[in-house]
């Protein structure tokens, strides 16, 4: 029974992952449930997620067209934001992030969800020097690295949200980048944990095929999705996702 519910979770969580992100919500419970303590839980559920990233990328590499500089530029960044938040997980008592990590959850759906009146305060991506645009990517894309490494689930959430802000993009194409980031964050902490974690290698592999699954399919089914609609589910499961964090981190 436990490598079922790994299996159907594995599924659910890449096509979660690729839609909207947050599907690590599904897949460190669990592992808890098969009865692996929390902090193994975590670091498994952060290995076995990254073939469903690969995939994808695979599944949305349509919409990275044109896209090849801006992926050059960003990805190092991401490299080394991800270091950063594994040696965070790794180093320090994880209380003080577990009870940022909500607002922060829900703080993305809300740029999402009011993205084009804060766009009104904030100026319109068109609006935006060049340096100021390239800087405001860089920094987007180390904090939330940082954040990956750490914990990563809504990281795909919180990427959206913040891209849409600040790039001239159409979602899907925000989204193919979104899958991107979430891949070069992925490699990172399967090396960092591989070498330094405890990672308990047999849920990993049986979750891991099944997010190849589930990664490819939901990349092919946000390619088909309206805007509207992309970002109506990326929003709502951001708030669910930032609700369950903050129960948890309280109560």
């Known amino acids: 029974m436990h490598y079922v519910l790994l299996v159907l979770a594995g599924i659910a969580a890449g096509t979660v992952n690729a839609i909207a992100g947050g599907g690590s919500l599904i897949t460190f419970p669990s592992l808890i449930a098969t009865g692996l303590p929390t902090v193994d839980a975590n670091v498994t559920n952060s290995v076995s997620v990254f073939p469903g990233y ?7 590499r349509a919409d990275l067209a044109g ?9 190092p960044t991401s490299l080394i934001g991800s270091i950063g938040g594994c040696a965070l997980l790794l180093l320090t008592p994880a209380r003080a992030f577990e009870v940022i990590v909500p607002f922060l959850v829900l703080g993305a759906a809300f740029v999402l969800a009011f993205q084009d009146r804060l766009r009104a305060l904030v100026g319109h991506p068109r609006e935006m020097s060049p340096r100021r645009a390239t800087w405001t990517l860089q920094g987007v894309v180390l904090v939330g690295a940082i954040y990956g490494g750490y914990f990563g689930a809504a990281l795909g959430v919180m990427y959206v949200a913040a891209l849409a802000l600040i790039l001239d993009e159409p979602l899907k194409r925000i989204n193919a980048l979104k899958n991107v980031l979430s891949t070069a964050v992925g490699l990172v ?17 049986t979750l891991a095929p099944a997010t190849i699954l ?3 399919a939901g990349a092919k089914v946000a390619r088909r999705l309206p805007p509207r609609v992309l970002r109506y589910l990326i929003v709502t499961f951001g708030t669910v996702v930032g609700l369950i964090l903050l129960y948890r981190a309280f109560f």
């Open 214 to 216: 589930g990664g490819y």
């Open 54 to 60: 690969v995939s994808s990328v695979f599944g949305s």
């Open 189 to 205: 902490t399967v090396i960092v944990f591989a070498i330094f974690a405890n990672v308990h290698w047999g849920a990993a592999l």
């Open 67 to 75: 896209q090849g500089a801006r992926v050059r530029a960003i990805v």
